[in-house]
């Protein structure tokens, strides 16, 4: 019997995944638990373990292609559970498995998600007239974020070609070049010199990530400027024994994240989520932060940031921005953020509007620390400040609890070394 593997979910809210490779092929016999094909979803690589011991029949989903959660990927042939069942030798089995062509997949009527049809109605498209990406040419939703972006109101019908009789499946045949496909690669002229660079699966995951978030969370942004001269003077006094006790650089980010919890405690709207229905306050809050390598940007998260100290905070940061850069995050480390801190300033930025990481509502980013000439107490001084930038979801937050939490951020950034 041909088991079906599909797509895992690998992490609340992912909703696809892009096969990046594929550890075998057909005819290769695997067992139970052996990894079949890597998967890059939420800006990490995920090995998918075989669900049944058996031989490789087909490979559904091909390297590069990115489909929904739950989508066919492969065919694994269960000589042993078929066998089992029916009481036939296990070699018998396979004899007449091999005697047998595969039956045809017949295509059946397009189904489409709650999300593509909303888009579709939103815009009035002719939902028949495009053509799907996913598996067996279902339309996703990104297909159809991708015609709205282009401009385009339709794409090319897409007909089902009825291989020979010998052939084991259907293949969908374009009866025109796409435009969405031409638009990418003729409109935009190439010139000598011109470097081309190959969009990786983890840049797609990301980019399809931040479209995602800008067409269904309404941003909105907000700042505050923070006087931390206390906070520098107090970290440059601590800088070099905590680095000679721990074996850590004292950053300002572990300073910065206790803050937001602290404030975060006050105003729990902002450690929430948007659930068309309902709105959930999360319990537990874990802070997502970013972490940039050579080619790309990933979110690891900090569990339980409220229970912990500067110096918990400092070695959570540490071993993440670790395991970022030798390439060894797992599902874990980087699902299950309540709210995201960007420490933006840590190369010069001075002023962001960050976009949100959905399915969080807000993400907040300390900019540059600068010294300005400020006045205080009708007198000028040169003091130690820097941005706080605020990006909401305003479905969600308004301006009022927006500006009560950054004030409260502000006044306990200000508060320490006093």
């Not at 019997?1 to 690998?10: D, F, G, R, S, T």
Request: include cysteine; proline fraction near 6%; glycine fraction near 6%.
């Amino acid at each position: 019997m041909a088991e079906k593997v599909l797509m895992p979910q690998l992490g609340e809210s992912v909703t696809e995944g892009t096969i990046s490779k594929w550890l075998v092929k057909v005819g290769d016999t695997v067992n139970k638990y052996d990894p079949i094909c890597e998967v890059n979803t939420d800006k990490v690589n995920a090995e998918v373990p075989s669900s049944f011991t058996g031989t490789v029949t087909e490979i559904v989903v091909g390297e590069g292609e990115t489909v929904a959660v739950g989508t066919l990927i492969c065919y694994i042939s269960s000589v042993d559970a078929d066998a089992n069942r029916s009481g036939v030798p296990a070699e018998t089995m396979t004899n007449q498995l091999d005697q047998h062509h595969t039956t045809p997949i017949i295509p059946t009527k397009q189904r489409y998600s709650p999300a593509v049809l909303k888009l579709a109605q939103e815009h009035n498209l002719d939902l028949t007239r495009l053509t799907g990406t996913g598996a067996g040419g279902r339309i996703t939703r990104k297909d159809v974020l991708t015609v709205l972006e282009s401009g385009l109101q339709q794409a090319p019908v897409v007909t089902v070609v009825k291989q020979p009789q010998d052939a084991s499946t259907f293949v969908p045949t374009p009866k025109s070049p796409s435009p969405l496909t031409s638009k990418k690669t003729s409109e935009i002229p190439v010139t000598m010199g011109d470097q081309e660079i190959p969009v990786t699966s983890i840049r797609k995951t990301i980019a399809n990530r931040m479209v995602q978030s800008k067409h269904e969370a309404p941003h909105a942004w907000t700042m505050t400027e923070v006087d931390v001269t206390g906070l520098v003077r107090h970290r440059e006094q601590l800088r070099d024994q905590f680095k000679k006790n721990e074996g850590l650089n004292l950053t300002y980010l572990p300073f910065f994240i206790k803050a937001v919890v602290e404030a975060i405690k006050e105003y729990p709207i902002l450690n929430s989520v948007w659930a068309e229905d309902r709105i959930i306050i999360k319990k537990g809050i874990h802070i997502s932060i970013a972490v940039a390598t050579d080619d790309a940007l990933f979110v690891p998260v900090i569990r339980d940031a409220d229970q912990k100290n500067i110096l918990g905070l400092a070695k959570s940061i540490d071993e993440l921005v670790r395991k970022t850069r030798e390439g060894k995050l797992t599902v874990d480390d980087i699902t299950g953020g309540t709210f995201t801190c960007n420490n933006t300033g840590s190369f010069g930025s001075v002023l962001s509007a960050p976009i949100i990481n959905p399915p969080q509502v807000a993400i907040l980013t300390m900019e540059a620390i600068v010294k300005r000439p400020v006045v205080i107490d009708n007198m000028i001084a040169i003091r130690d400040m820097v941005n706080l930038c605020l990006s909401l979801d305003h479905r969600v937050l308004d301006g009022l609890v927006c500006g009560k939490f950054l004030q409260s951020v502000k006044k306990n950034l200000e508060g320490y070394g006093l």
